[in-house]
């Protein structure tokens, strides 16, 4: 049973523990509304995390549909940012003497809400390309994999693994390692401790289900078709870059 914003809050402040929905799910208009956190508040308070543009054209995708891109950025990535700022007002607003179990609640939600904000960044910025990997990537794959057709393959099945469900593939800089390596993440609080995130790949089924429905092969071939090699090497060459 999802909870409206009211019953949301009236659990966090008035001593139920919540978990929130999240996703896609929206939250419904909270009674009494939150005051407005002021713009002189904590940043962790503030709640003004901005969208960004999309970086990408979405009727220059092929195989990813204009329409799923375009509900996939506003609905569940645009999502994610309205959430996360309800979330940190909903924070700033909690009284001094609040439980720590009920504090959990929305800390957890938090996380949830920054790192969905975040990979979606990620994803969409690492798509429209020709999907023929070249640069620096290509060595750094070899000498990790043996030879970028092992770690693709890796990868692929990484993804399909998470079919029907959701989740993240996401090839990570190690900087333990000082080497790249994929990773599976089945929601968005599995995430590589300290790694730099080099190619992400949406694993939800909102990413691919208008177009594909059960289909999460051909939403994986797809993706790999519009990989924009170039931004992945960005990524690559800032985090070998850094001091270990």
Same mark, same amino acid.
């Given at each position: 049973?999802?909870?409206?914003?009211?019953?949301?809050?009236?659990?966090?402040?008035?001593?139920?523990?919540?978990?929130?929905?999240?996703?896609?799910?929206?939250?419904? %208009?909270? #009674?009494?509304?939150?005051?407005?956190?002021?713009?002189?508040?904590?940043?962790?308070?503030?709640?003004?995390?901005?969208? #960004?543009?999309?970086? *990408?054209?979405?009727?220059?995708?092929?195989?990813?549909? %204009?329409?799923?891109?375009?509900?996939?950025?506003?609905?569940?990535?645009?999502?994610?940012?309205?959430?996360?700022?309800?979330?940190?007002?909903?924070?700033? &607003?909690?009284?001094?003497?609040?439980?720590?179990?009920?504090?959990?609640?929305?800390?957890?939600?938090?996380?949830?809400?920054?790192?969905?904000?975040?990979?979606?960044?990620?994803?969409?910025?690492?798509?429209?390309?020709?999907?023929?990997?070249?640069? &620096?990537?290509?060595? /750094?794959?070899? &000498?990790?994999?043996?030879?970028?057709?092992?770690? %693709?393959?890796?990868?692929?099945?990484?993804?399909?693994? /998470?079919?029907?469900?959701?989740?993240?593939?996401?090839?990570?800089?190690?900087?333990? %390692?000082?080497?790249?390596?994929?990773?599976? &993440?089945?929601?968005?609080?599995?995430?590589?401790?300290?790694?730099?995130?080099?190619? *992400?790949?949406?694993?939800?089924?909102?990413?691919?289900?208008?177009?594909?429905?059960?289909?999460?092969?051909?939403?994986?071939?797809?993706?790999?078709?519009?990989?924009?090699?170039?931004?992945?090497?960005?990524?690559?060459?800032?985090?070998?870059?850094?001091?270990?």
């Amino acid at each position: 049973m999802q909870l409206t914003r009211r019953q949301t809050l009236k659990a966090v402040l008035g001593g139920v523990a919540v978990g929130l929905v999240h996703g896609g799910s929206a939250m419904a %208009e909270a #009674n009494p509304p939150i005051t407005p956190v002021a713009s002189a508040a904590p940043p962790a308070y503030r709640g003004a995390n901005q969208v #960004n543009p999309l970086p *990408v054209d979405p009727a220059k995708l092929k195989g990813i549909s %204009e329409k799923l891109t375009t509900s996939h950025y506003q609905n569940n990535y645009g999502g994610a940012v309205k959430r996360l700022n309800l979330i940190q007002q909903q924070l700033g &607003a909690l009284p001094k003497d609040v439980a720590p179990y009920q504090l959990g609640a929305l800390k957890r939600e938090e996380l949830i809400a920054t790192n969905s904000m975040i990979l979606h960044e990620f994803y969409f910025a690492n798509l429209g390309g020709d999907g023929k990997a070249s640069g &620096a990537i290509v060595p /750094l794959l070899a &000498a990790q994999y043996g030879s970028p057709e092992v770690w %693709e393959q890796e990868f692929r099945l990484t993804g399909l693994s /998470l079919a029907g469900g959701s989740g993240w593939v996401v090839l990570n800089f190690n900087p333990r %390692e000082r080497a790249v390596h994929t990773y599976w &993440a089945a929601d968005h609080t599995q995430n590589l401790a300290w790694g730099t995130p080099l190619l *992400v790949m949406d694993m939800y089924e909102h990413a691919y289900q208008m177009d594909y429905g059960a289909n999460a092969k051909a939403y994986v071939d797809a993706f790999f078709q519009n990989i924009n090699w170039a931004a992945v090497n960005r990524r690559a060459e800032r985090a070998a870059a850094a001091p270990a």
